[in-house]
Each structure stands twice: as structure tokens, then as C-alpha cells.
Nanobody, 119 residues
Framework: QVQLVESGGGLVQPGGSLRLSCAAS???????????MGWYRQCPGLEREFVAE???????NYAESLKGRFTISRENAKNTVYLQMNGLNPEDTAVYSC??????????WGKGTLVTVSS
């Protein structure tokens, strides 16, 4: 059983930045190698949408509308993925959820972290 724990959400003013982190581990605390890792978000009243993903080798893919403002990265040794978000605006307010595909090809999800962009 893989556990994904997100951190870094919170309240930020428009134009500000936040960095989200997500660490993957097994129920016993053992670190299992993950394949692709990434982020999704669900804005108020909308469906969950893809944000970004990154492979073990560092290849990245972004939602077209977020390119240039969001940057995904990872530390394989820590099974941790990050999302640097710059130039935030109120439309970025959402619950951001971490996703990871484990070594068996299964999808795993974190519980999410709330990002609120407001003055």
C-alpha cells in the first residue's frame, strides 16, 4: 500500500508563489520506487484536471494552460515530487492532489492539499 503525503498548500496573494511537495512511501515507511509522478487539481465547482507529470527519467508534461508558470521536479532517491507554482491567480485556487504510478503500474493518490489564492 503506497501512501502519498502532500504538503505546502496554504493561502497566498495573487502574484505569489507556492511550492508543493509530495512524498511516497509504503505503509511501513519503506520507500517504494515510483514510476511517473504528478499533480492534478480540482478547482471549486469543476472536475479534477491534470496539472503536470514527470517520469523517473525527468521527462515532463504540463497542462497547456499552466506552462511557464508551474514547474514540476522530483527527487527519485526520496520518491518525492514537487510543484513550483509562480504567478498564482485566484483561478488557481484548488485542491492539489499528488498522483504516482507504482512499480506495478497502479495509480496512487494523495488526499490533497488546499491552495487558496486571495488578497
Amino acid at each position: 500500500q503506497v501512501q502519498l503525503v502532500e504538503s505546502g498548500g496554504g493561502l497566498v496573494q495573487p502574484g505569489g508563489s507556492l511550492r508543493l511537495s509530495c512524498a511516497a512511501s509504503g505503509a511501513s515507511g519503506i520507500i517504494f520506487p515510483m514510476n511517473a509522478m504528478g499533480w492534478y487539481r480540482q478547482c471549486p465547482g469543476l472536475e479534477r484536471e491534470f496539472v503536470a507529470e514527470i517520469t523517473t527519467g525527468g521527462r515532463t508534461n504540463y497542462a497547456e494552460s499552466l506552462k511557464g508558470r508551474f514547474t514540476i521536479s522530483r527527487e527519485n532517491a526520496k520518491n518525492t515530487v514537487y510543484l513550483q507554482m509562480n504567478g498564482l491567480n485566484p483561478e488557481d485556487t484548488a485542491v492539489y492532489s499528488c498522483w504516482a504510478q507504482d512499480m506495478y503500474g497502479r495509480d496512487n493518490w494523495g488526499k490533497g492539499t488546499l491552495v487558496t489564492v486571495s488578497s
